[in-house]
Nanobody
Framework: QVQLVESGGGSVQAGGSLTLSCAASGATLSNYCMGWFRQPPGMEREGVAAIERDGRISYLSDVKGRFSISKDNAKNTLYLQMNSLNPEDTAMYYC?????????????????YGQGTQVTVSS
């Protein structure tokens, strides 16, 4: 059973940065499509960034140039570096694993999710 544990969320002012981490157990991350998702209050979950099994990376258009997804296979950990944060980035952020090839930004297609970490950006 794959378990994912996110960390690194918090409260920052607009323009600030945060780095989210997702530690995986029960599986080797290099074998899976991995992604970051977010869900603002009262809204649907949306894909933010994803790394396919072949290494292809995709981003939500709103975060391109500001967010960067990466993974450390030796540590079995996924990261999301978030820069130039704005209040619209405020949401619960989730890490996910195991999706069909090419479907990295589709939240309903993942088999495993973590519990999430809250990111709050104030103006």
């Amino acid at each position: 059973q794959v378990q994912l544990v996110e960390s690194g969320g918090g409260s920052v002012q607009a323009g600030g940065s945060l780095t989210l981490s997702c530690a995986a157990s029960g599986a080797t991350l290099s074998n899976y499509c991995m992604g970051w998702f977010r869900q603002p209050p009262g809204m649907e979950r949306e894909g933010v960034a994803a790394i396919e099994r072949d290494g292809r990376i995709s981003y939500l258009s709103d975060v391109k140039g500001r967010f960067s997804i990466s993974k450390d296979n030796a540590k079995n950990t996924l990261y999301l570096q978030m820069n130039s944060l704005n209040p619209e980035d405020t949401a619960m952020y989730y890490c996910a694993a195991d999706c069909p090839d090419g479907m990295g930004l589709y939240p309903t297609l993942y088999n495993y999710y973590g519990q999430g970490t809250q990111v709050t950006v104030s103006s």
